[in-house]
């Protein structure tokens, strides 16, 4: 677990220096931005296949499949054909897993952190977040669709500016990667709208009435997967701590809007009404009893609490600072604690021995 920690740290640390240096020397600050791509990146391209729930089963696809260009672009799999298009460019450099685990990491990284810089209030505490939240983890698991997460990250940019048209590409962009991601386009007008206890209370029973004709929605949502399908005959339930933590989370969020300040208003609604959409999901997956792996689709909406806890910070009065700021450090180590070394097979990490071989 201790690798992970000096991982956050140094992150951090190198992002709290970019964030004091933009304003005196923007090339000091871009130089450090490249050192925590390179360190994130290598940190994630570096692993073993032990290391991840679903390392094992993308390390040995790439390990095993020798396919030309148009062999791999033609090939019948239900592997989106962007990822599939990554494999090919990871082959030109080799065929051992640790190249398209390397070329996975840095596609992910370069969208989520071009996100990050454009949107965050605070790029130190964002990236933070983006850590401890399971963010930046999530393409040790589920590679395909941290690699959709990451473009959606980066379409994130053109929601906040209204611009439903490039919201549109980059989400269809990002469903080379995983189909998944295309819900979020008619979400579009319900992120945008302005929060109140009206829409609050509209989630809700939104929430409700999805829980009680359960069956009736999967049945749609086959319609657009086959794999929504499989999920409906699998039994393998949980997620009620990370429920919990969504709904409280979710609450505090929505406590703490009135003193937002005017000016980041706006911008903090369309977040809370995404991770409100995210923690909706879980709720939904948890009382319906749906297979767990369901949550995954909360993903590209509760990482907008990288963007929401920067506006919280910006907005509050001097005093109020220390007591919130206490409360954000200690659940967010106790969360990155819990989830590094019970959830998604991360713990213990391991340096993949092809790259200790190599050197």
């Known amino acids: 677990m201790t690798p992970y920690f000096i991982i956050l740290v140094l992150v ?62 033609t090939q019948h799999t239900r592997i989106e054909i962007g990822y599939r298009f990554l494999e090919y460019i990871a082959s030109l450099f080799s065929h051992q897993y640790v190249a398209i685990l390397l070329v996975t990491a840095s596609v992910v990284l370069f969208f989520q952190l071009k996100g990050i810089y454009k949107l965050s209030e605070n790029r130190a505490i964002s990236i933070f977040v983006f850590i401890t939240f399971g963010i930046y983890t999530y393409v040790f698991n589920g590679a395909r669709q941290a690699l959709a997460a990451g473009v959606f990250v980066y379409a994130i940019v053109f929601l906040v500016q209204g611009k439903f048209k490039k ?22 007008f319900l992120f945008r709208t302005k929060f109140s206890t009206k829409l609050f209370f509209f989630l809700i029973m939104a929430t409700v009435v999805v829980i009680a004709f359960f069956n009736v929605f999967m049945g749609y949502m086959t319609l657009f997967s086959e794999q929504y399908a499989k999920y409906q005959d699998i039994e393998a339930t949980g997620g009620a701590y990370l429920t919990l933590a969504f709904t409280l989370l979710s ?32 709720v ?76």
């Open 12 to 73: 951090v640390f190198l992002a709290f220096i970019s964030e004091n240096t933009k304003d005196k020397s923007k090339k000091i600050s871009n130089y450090y931005k490249v050192l925590i791509f390179i360190a994130l990146t290598l940190f994630a391209g570096f692993r073993s296949i032990s290391v991840g729930s679903d390392t094992n089963m993308y390390a040995n696809r790439f390990e095993r499949q020798y396919l030309s260009f148009m062999e791999l672009m």
């Open 167 to 188: 919201y549109v590409f980059w989400i269809l962009i990002a469903s080379f990667f995983h189909k998944s991601v295309i819900f979020g386009i008619p979400l579009y």
């Open 251 to 282: 609450l505090f969020f929505v406590l703490i809007r009135p003193k937002i300040l005017t000016r980041f208003k706006k911008t903090y609604d369309v977040y809370l009404n995404m991770f409100l959409f995210g923690t909706m999901v879980y």
């Open 284 to 359: 939904i997956v948890y009382f319906s009893g749906a297979y767990i792996e369901m949550t995954r689709l909360a993903l590209y909406y509760i990482l907008t609490a990288m963007f929401i806890w920067p506006i919280i910070f910006k907005s509050l009065q001097q005093k109020e600072i220390a007591l919130v700021f206490v409360f954000f450090i200690v659940v967010h180590i106790f969360f990155f604690y819990i989830f590094i070394g019970e959830m998604a097979s991360l713990n213990p990490y391991i340096v993949n021995p092809q790259i200790l071989n190599l050197i």
